[in-house]
């Protein structure tokens, strides 16, 4: 049975790429810098997955050992020149700190059987194969022979995670740590241009040739969507986002939010139609499961991240204006992301504070980067609306 390493042995790590690597007869190697978790993966040598759909399924995934990132470092370096794929999954800020022990296996691969080795870069971050490349070779550790078989034989294959998760209650966490609570989808789109040697075969993997449109589709499509659910909810007072799909009001805005995205995204890629419809119809659908608990507050938490320039706010509404779509409903989005105040949300505090302190144009200008007189006023038009006496709103 071939081996594969998986850093991170988290929520995705263990509940999508776990599943897959698994599925496809793999033996697992994860390796993550929580003690506890590697020492409950050797011990028990088997860990259930929740799949929520229609109905609860239970998995039960096995063939894997775990090593400690720090502890293990020599048996880890052993493993990554023993193998062809890497999976990480350690969070976008974790990234670069693998960069070191990434390089001595290379190092180590390059005096062994040089061969192929694909990094797999599960992580919510742009560029995320340019970044780390150039991070392993600033480590300076490699030779001018070992660069050249750096160059050659190894490949920085981003992608696009959209697989939805679901948090373990307290009880749940104290009586089996090791469960994941995921929903059924189980696709995930590969830059197929970036693999090095040939593709390999694992279950759920789709190679694309143009990963940046995925990207976009995943950004404005699936995430806009979402913190759009998660604004109007948090305004309505709901909790979980399945309350907001019975909403109809709710419902009524998503819609025409992807209808501009659509519009923007057949113009730009050339997407069909037809195709955008099954995406969303799926992606709506996938809104509504209720077994996933997923709350209004983890799906709008951090807003000072989520209305930065590239991201799925902002960067849509300036998509669109590239396109000439003028995106009214996304606007709406942005003016709820500029009310929601949850208390708990040190993110939503601080652009609160902001708010007051600087005022709402030094938002936009400043943090949003928008100088659209038009996108501005309307963006400010519907804040006013929502923060007025008079609105229907149950939250302000």
Known sequence: MDKIIIFGAGQIGRGFIGELCYDSGLFIIFVDIDENIINLLNKEKTYLIYLLGKEKIKKTITNFEGLHLKKDKDKIVDEIAKTSIIFTSVG????????EIIAEGIKEKFRGNKSYLNIIICENLLSAGKKFKEQILNTNLFSNEEKKFFQEKVGFV?????????????????ENPLLVKVEPYKILPVDKNSFKGKLPKIVGLLPVENLKKYEELKLFGHNLSHVCLAYYGFLKGYKYIWECMEDKEIIDLLLKVQGEIKKYLIKKYNFSENELNDYFKDLNERFKNKLLSDTVF?????????????????????????????????????????????????????????IKEKGFDFVLNEICEINNIKIIETIKKYYKEIKSESSNFKGN
């Open 158 to 174: 981003e992608t696009v995670i959209s697989r939805m998760t679901s948090p373990l209650t307290e009880i749940e966490k104290k």
């Open 298 to 354: 983890r799906v709008g938490r951090e807003p000072l991240r989520k209305i930065g320039k590239e991201e799925r706010i902002i960067g849509a509404i300036k998509g669109c204006l590239e396109f000439n779509i003028f995106p009214k409903n996304i606007c709406f989005v942005m003016a709820m992301a500029l009310c929601y105040n949850f208390n708990l949300d040190e993110e939503s505090v601080k652009l609160q504070n902001i």
């Open 92 to 99: 976008a800020k974790n990234l670069f700190t693998l960069s």
